[in-house]
């Protein structure tokens, strides 16, 4: 058996606005449906090269996509039965799929099943801003208390280790995936550790600008999709009300659910779609009492006309029609105007 984790996330902004109604999932799926069976072309890709690719996969009880990211370079070789090494056995055309399954629950929360190799979380909304021009902010669904817990926190130490053989800027982004790369440069054994700390010694305004600094960084490191690969991540500083010390286990404090998968399954393309939708759903039934007490409930219904269809070259044609119509109002004095119909 092999060990994976589901991931739980909740969309708490759209395009800029606080999301107090249900995320249009269905008809996003409904829209990934449409375009797989007209054969549209739904590859996106990211400002930093990588090839992305979703597909429906379930539309009931849950929407559940799947992420591929897409590989045809760097690929691993196959080895022999002594141990010779060759190319991947890859047809013309082929790539290297990896994968992560998404499933759009209640409440605006997302189930994120992992495979270690496959997108992180973050990348479904690359992947929706550049396809669909939604532009979803997640936020990592926690336990009952942290959250309160690192509001009151006046931090003033941050650390963090995890094996050299796991150094990479993949597990985060912006200036911590900066970090690990370089990390990576220097060691591929042993433990990787830093810490950063406000010190004892400086006036108290600089005290406190390092003190925001840190915390800035805490929140980035939160919302990475790839923490449980850590071995050790605790923030530490003064709680504001009671004047206590905390130590508060960033590890723990994320609501994340480990399971065991046979890992034959998960490598049948068929089976483990199949496999990847049962777990989801069981994980939506187990959680969903711990859902209602501890998120913010959603009311009213998903506004389904904020999803167009996709259409060749994504949003980006969207926006250069939009433009070009724009462009030819103003051309036309005193004509009617136009107005775009989002599917």
Request: hydrophobic share 40%; proline share 5%; glycine share 8%.
């Amino acid at each position: 058996m092999a060990r994976r984790s589901v991931q739980f996330w909740r969309i708490e902004q759209l395009n800029g606005d606080e999301l107090s109604r249900p995320f249009p999932a269905r008809r996003v799926a409904e829209v990934l449906k449409k375009a797989q069976d007209s054969a549209t072309d739904r590859h996106f890709t990211s400002v930093d090269g990588t090839v992305l690719l979703a597909q429906s996969v379930a539309s009931s009880p849950h929407p559940v996509l799947l992420l591929d990211r897409i590989r045809d370079t760097n690929l691993p070789s196959v080895g022999d039965a002594l141990g010779r090494r060759k190319p991947l056995p890859l047809a013309p055309g082929d790539h290297l799929l990896e994968t992560t399954y998404f499933a759009f629950l209640k409440r605006n929360v997302i189930a994120v099943l992992t495979s270690g190799n496959g997108p992180r979380a973050s990348r479904m909304g690359e992947y929706l801003g550049g396809m669909l021009g939604l532009e979803p902010i997640l936020v990592p669904v926690v336990r009952e208390d942290i959250e309160e817990i690192l509001t009151r926190l006046e931090v003033s130490r941050f650390e963090f280790a995890l094996p050299a053989e796991r150094l990479s800027g993949k597990l985060m982004e912006g200036e911590w995936a900066d970090v690990l790369d370089s990390a990576s440069r220097l060691m591929n054994e042993g433990t990787f550790r830093i810490s950063l700390s406000v010190g004892r010694s400086g006036k108290a305004e600089d005290k406190q600008r390092i003190r925001d600094r840190i915390q800035r960084l805490i929140d980035l490191f939160r919302r990475a999709g790839s923490v449980e690969h850590f071995d050790y991540v605790v923030a530490e500083g003064k709680d504001s009300l009671t004047g206590d010390r905390e130590v508060v286990d960033l590890l723990k404090e994320r609501f994340v659910s480990h399971i065991e998968v046979d890992p034959d399954v998960f490598n049948d393309p068929k089976k483990s779609v199949a496999e990847a939708i049962a777990i989801l759903n069981k994980q939506a039934r187990d959680n969903e009492a711990f859902f209602a007490r501890t998120l913010p409930d959603v009311k009213g219904s998903a506004d389904s006309s904020l999803v167009p269809d996709i259409v060749a070259g994504g949003m980006t044609a969207v926006r250069e029609a939009l433009a070009a119509a724009a462009l030819a109002d103003e051309a036309v004095a005193g004509g009617a105007g136009h107005e775009l119909v989002r599917g």
